[in-house]
Structures are given as structure tokens and as C-alpha cells.
């Protein structure tokens, strides 16, 4: 099983920046891929970005795109996602979660980020 921590959340003004990592531990060989979710208030979890833990493949939702930015050091087993010109809108609890096989089945605990106007 990977175990995941999110950190790097915070209050920020919009147009500013953050940049958020997910530290993997345990069987991080088992994942595939580690991808970013987000969860607004009375909203339902949605994907992010996502990276693939070996190669090159990167996908981002269509509502990030140019603005955010995922990467990965498999030296530290971690993955950031740097999010810039942010918005209101991307005030959300931030998840992390490793893809193992076809799934998303091992997920962090969550860090808050909120964007003031």
C-alpha cells in the first residue's frame, strides 16, 4: 500500500501562487501514477492533473491548464503541483492520490488552499 501527505496549502490573494507536494511512502513501486483531486464545498471531488510515476505522461483538467504545473523527484517520492494566477474558484481541500493498476485507490489526507478576491 502507498501512503500519502499532502502539505504546501494555504491563504493566498488571487493571482498568487502556491506550491503543494504529495510525499509517497511504502510500496511506491506498486504505483503507476500520482495524480492531483480538489473538492470545493458542496462540490463533488474532481481531477486535477495527474503524472505518471515512470515516463513522461502528464494530463491536466481542462479548468488548469497554463496556470498549473505537475512534477515529480522519485528521488524524494514526491510530487508537486505548482498552481499559479490563481482564482478564486480554485479554493478546494487538495488531495493526492497513487494509481495502482486502473485505479486511484490510495489517498492523502487533504491540505486547504483558498484564494481570496
Known amino acids: 500500500q502507498v501512503q500519502l501527505v499532502e502539505s504546501g496549502g494555504g491563504l493566498v490573494q488571487a493571482g498568487g501562487s502556491l506550491r503543494l507536494s504529495c510525499a509517497a511512502s511504502g510500496r511506491t513501486s506498486s504505483a503507476n501514477a500520482i495524480g492531483w483531486f480538489r473538492q470545493a464545498p458542496g462540490k463533488e471531488r474532481e481531477f486535477v492533473a495527474r503524472?505518471?510515476?515512470?515516463?513522461?505522461?502528464?494530463n491536466y483538467a481542462d479548468s488548469v491548464k497554463d496556470r498549473f504545473t505537475i512534477s515529480r523527484d522519485n528521488a524524494k517520492n514526491t510530487v508537486y503541483l505548482q498552481m499559479n494566477s490563481l482564482k478564486p474558484e480554485d479554493t478546494a481541500v487538495y488531495y493526492c492520490?497513487?494509481?495502482?493498476?486502473?485505479?486511484?485507490?490510495?489517498w492523502g489526507q487533504g491540505t486547504q488552499v483558498t484564494v481570496s478576491s
Open positions: 492520490a497513487a494509481r495502482v493498476g486502473a485505479l486511484f485507490g490510495s
Open positions: 503524472v505518471s510515476w515512470i515516463g513522461s505522461s502528464i
